[in-house]
C-alpha cells in the first residue's frame, strides 16, 4: 500500500506530474522498436496509467472511459517524438481536456 501524503492534493491529469520523475529516467534509455511495443513507452504508459487512474480516484471521481490509454500513449508518443517529459505532459493534459471535457 503506498504511504499516504495528506499535504498533498492531486487535481485530475496532474498525475502526469507525478509521473516525471520515473518518465525521466525512462526517457533516456534508447527506443529500439518502432511504435509503442518497446519497454521504454510500455513502462511510461503502465505508470502513467496508474497515475492517472490513482489521480481520478483521489478526486473522487470517475475515470473517463479511454482517457488513461489515450493520455499515456500520448504521452510515450510525444517523448517518442523527443518532446520533454514536461512538454508532453502539457501537450497530453490539453488534449485530454479537450477530448474528454474536463476542467482544469
Not at 492517472?52 to 500513449?73: E, I, S
Not at 517529459?85 to 474528454?100: G, H, V
Amino acid at each position: 500500500m503506498a504511504p499516504h501524503h495528506p499535504a498533498t492534493t492531486f487535481r485530475p491529469l496532474s498525475a502526469l506530474l507525478a509521473l516525471a520523475g520515473s518518465a525521466v529516467l525512462l526517457a533516456a534509455l534508447p527506443g529500439r522498436a518502432q511504435g509503442l511495443n518497446n519497454m521504454r513507452d510500455q513502462l511510461i504508459i503502465h505508470y502513467c496509467t496508474l497515475a492517472v487512474n490513482a489521480d481520478f480516484t483521489k478526486a473522487g471521481k470517475p475515470v473517463p472511459a479511454g482517457l488513461a490509454k489515450d493520455t499515456c500513449t500520448c504521452v510515450a508518443e510525444q517523448v517518442n517524438a523527443r518532446a520533454s517529459i514536461a512538454q508532453a505532459e502539457t501537450i497530453c493534459k490539453q488534449q485530454a481536456m479537450d477530448r474528454f471535457n474536463l476542467s482544469p
